[in-house]
Nanobody
């Protein structure tokens, strides 16, 4: 049974930082691309970024590029999302997801590419 469990969310002031973590179990973590998405109330799920399993290549949404960084630790089966210079519009529930196989890097921006999802952790950025 695959489980993805996010942690690290919370309330932070604009300009602040948070580090989210996602712990994976029940899958061969080192062979899955891991993605982060976010969803605010009343809005569609939005791609944040992804890190591949092949070469740990990263791919980010334009809205977070330069502010957010994704990393993975295959020994610990974890993926992290370091978020800096947070803005109120970053407020959302952040979900991690796992995608098997290999495909074009840009394909990982689609939620349909992912096989497994976590429940999410809430990030609230106050102005």
């Amino acid at each position: 049974q695959v489980q993805l469990v996010e942690s690290g969310g919370g309330l932070v002031q604009a300009g602040g930082s948070l580090r989210l973590s996602c712990a994976a179990s029940g899958l061969t973590f080192s062979t899955y691309t891991m993605g982060w998405f976010r969803q605010a109330p009343g809005k569609e799920r939005e791609f944040v970024g992804a890190i591949t399993w092949v070469s740990s290549s990263t791919y980010y949404a334009d809205s977070v590029k330069g502010r957010f960084t994704i990393s993975r630790d295959n020994a610990k089966n974890t993926v992290a999302l370091e978020m800096n210079s947070l803005r109120p519009e970053d407020t959302a529930s952040y979900l991690c997801a796992a995608a098997g196989g290999i495909s074009r890097l840009s394909s990982y921006s689609s939620s349909q590419r992912y096989n497994y999802w976590g429940q999410g952790t809430q990030v609230t950025v106050s102005s």
